[in-house]
């Protein structure tokens, strides 16, 4: 019964979605809101479990357990799928593999980090495409949560941010930290003054995820044409629904495989019409500059106008960012700008603190899983452990490696030669 009741539920959503296609996402929408009452009082723990833990368990455990590379970045999973794929993750060796992981590398300034305390785990050990699509999907399907400032949100920037700048809100807004790192990439004394003779300017967007920080870019620059691309169906969903259908400046498109990423995909964009490009926090150049970063900067250098900008702000390994320069020099670009605000990053993850451990909680609490004795507490140690590390948390690695100037919190500036 139970091998059958998995099956028949697998290949009734594989039937459904070639006849009908996917879920709509006001579909989406109406059944994260049916759906959330039976996950908060646990309706639902013992069959969920019994479908997953029946004799069709190794196949559904084995296609849906590995959050961190088996996830594809081409659909948004919908509430019950994200339930399903956070149980078979549980009862998936994973768990066990991390909590005893010892295959921990040095970082740029020889420190090492642990996985059960730090959060730490290697490059190589996950896929963009999995562990964003399992992201995006999440904070898509949970909708608003707490904030320590009393007002409920949702979780829209998947950014680290930044703090000490002029342009920062109060601590009502409680995603500040991430608008004002957005905001401080057009904030360039040399971009200031392009706009003011350019007050119509279009911008294009690589890497936006949810697209908050490009909706939040159209009121800063209110004269604005704003294109947002991602290569997370997921994240253009929500950028779609949260954003561009209320913003008629703000245009969201799905990018499959990324700019320059596994299909060596082009935005479309006409050659020469943009006047600034924005990355922000993508993950990209995560170790150097490959195949991929290079695919991109020659996509943004041709859909650049001849001076027009390209403005980048990140947390990346120091090396890379000594790395970049030249390599955007032999594409044409000039340097106009570099500001280091790694202090201003670490400030920011520790006044976000409280807020970032309650939003985590939330999304634990969330999964129906995680209340099953045992296997529940385990897995969400591991959870929290791989969100907070991805999140810069005080005591994770990512966090520590600011603190040490192995990583470095940059904002550049550069700029197609006339």
Same mark, same amino acid.
């Given at each position: 019964?139970?091998?059958?009741?998995? #099956?028949?539920?697998?290949?009734?959503?594989?039937?459904?979605?070639?006849?009908?296609?996917?879920?709509?996402?006001?579909?989406?929408?109406?059944?994260?809101?049916?759906?959330?009452?039976?996950?908060?009082?646990?309706?639902?723990?013992?069959?969920?479990?019994?479908?997953?833990?029946?004799?069709?368990?190794?196949?559904?455990?084995?296609?849906?357990?590995?959050?961190?590379?088996?996830?594809?970045?081409?659909?948004?999973?919908?509430?019950?799928?994200?339930?399903?794929?956070?149980? #078979?993750?549980?009862?998936?060796?994973?768990?066990?593999?991390?909590?005893?992981?010892?295959?921990?590398?040095?970082?740029?300034?020889?420190?090492?980090?642990?996985?059960?305390?730090?959060?730490?785990?290697?490059?190589?050990?996950?896929?963009?495409?999995?562990?964003?699509?399992?992201?995006?999907?999440?904070?898509?399907?949970?909708?608003?949560?707490?904030?320590?400032?009393?007002?409920?949100?949702?979780?829209?920037?998947?950014?680290?941010?930044?703090?000490?700048?002029?342009?920062?809100?109060?601590?009502?807004?409680?995603?500040?930290?991430?608008?004002?790192?957005?905001?401080?990439?057009?904030?360039?004394?040399?971009?200031?003054?392009?706009?003011?003779?350019?007050?119509?300017?279009?911008?294009?967007?690589?890497?936006?995820?949810?697209?908050?920080?490009?909706?939040?870019?159209?009121?800063?620059?209110?004269?604005?044409?704003?294109?947002?691309?991602?290569?997370?169906?997921?994240?253009?969903?929500?950028?779609?629904?949260?954003?561009?259908?209320?913003?008629?400046?703000?245009?969201?498109?799905?990018?499959?495989?990324?700019?320059?990423?596994?299909?060596?995909?082009?935005?479309?964009?006409?050659?020469?019409?943009?006047?600034?490009?924005?990355?922000?926090?993508?993950?990209?150049?995560?170790?150097?500059?490959?195949?991929?970063?290079?695919?991109?900067?020659?996509?943004?250098?041709?859909?650049?106008?001849?001076?027009?900008?390209?403005?980048?702000? *990140? #947390?990346?390994?120091?090396?890379?960012?000594?790395?970049?320069?030249?390599?955007?020099?032999?594409?044409?670009?000039?340097?106009?700008?570099?500001?280091?605000?790694?202090?201003?990053?670490?400030? #920011?993850?520790?006044?976000?603190?409280?807020?970032?451990?309650?939003?985590?909680?939330?999304?634990? *609490?969330?999964?129906?899983?995680?209340?099953?004795?045992?296997?529940?507490?385990?897995?969400?140690?591991?959870?929290?452990?791989?969100?907070?590390?991805?999140?810069?948390?005080?005591?994770?690695?990512?966090?520590?490696?600011?603190?040490?100037?192995?990583?470095?919190?940059?904002?550049?500036?550069?700029?197609?030669?006339?």
């Amino acid at each position: 019964f139970c091998s059958s009741f998995a #099956a028949d539920f697998w290949l009734t959503r594989g039937l459904l979605r070639q006849r009908i296609g996917a879920p709509s996402l006001a579909d989406r929408h109406q059944m994260k809101g049916e759906t959330k009452g039976m996950w908060q009082n646990h309706l639902i723990t013992v069959p969920l479990l019994v479908i997953v833990v029946g004799s069709g368990s190794f196949w559904t455990i084995q296609r849906y357990g590995n959050i961190l590379s088996g996830l594809s970045s081409q659909e948004t999973l919908s509430p019950w799928e994200l339930q399903i794929v956070a149980a #078979a993750f549980c009862l998936s060796p994973i768990v066990s593999m991390l909590e005893t992981k010892d295959d921990f590398q040095a970082d740029e300034v020889g420190d090492t980090y642990d996985f059960m305390e730090n959060g730490d785990i290697n490059e190589e050990d996950y896929t963009k495409d999995s562990i964003y699509a399992a992201f995006y999907s999440t904070y898509q399907a949970i909708g608003r949560a707490p904030s320590p400032s009393g007002t409920d949100y949702q979780f829209t920037f998947n950014t680290w941010g930044i703090s000490d700048v002029a342009w920062i809100q109060s601590e009502a807004e409680p995603q500040r930290h991430g608008k004002a790192a957005y905001q401080g990439l057009v904030e360039f004394k040399e971009v200031r003054r392009y706009l003011e003779a350019n007050p119509h300017p279009q911008i294009v967007e690589i890497g936006c995820g949810t697209g908050a920080g490009a909706n939040h870019i159209t009121q800063v620059i209110p004269g604005c044409n704003y294109t947002a691309f991602d290569m997370q169906r997921a994240a253009i969903d929500t950028c779609n629904m949260l954003f561009a259908q209320h913003n008629p400046r703000l245009k969201c498109e799905w990018v499959p495989g990324g700019v320059g990423g596994s299909s060596g995909s082009q935005t479309g964009v006409p050659d020469g019409s943009v006047d600034i490009v924005i990355i922000s926090e993508t993950h990209i150049a995560e170790a150097t500059i490959g195949p991929e970063e290079r695919a991109i900067f020659k996509e943004i250098t041709r859909m650049l106008k001849p001076g027009g900008f390209f403005v980048w702000g *990140n #947390a990346l390994p120091t090396t890379v960012w000594h790395m970049a320069a030249p390599v955007l020099a032999e594409l044409g670009m000039e340097a106009c700008g570099s500001l280091n605000h790694t202090q201003g990053a670490v400030k #920011a993850r520790l006044e976000d603190k409280d807020r970032v451990d309650r939003y985590v909680e939330h999304l634990i *609490n969330w999964f129906t899983v995680m209340s099953v004795p045992y296997i529940g507490k385990r897995c969400a140690h591991v959870t929290d452990r791989l969100v907070k590390n991805f999140y810069r948390h005080p005591g994770t690695a990512l966090f520590q490696q600011m603190v040490t100037g192995a990583h470095s919190y940059m904002h550049l500036c550069h700029r197609r030669s006339s």
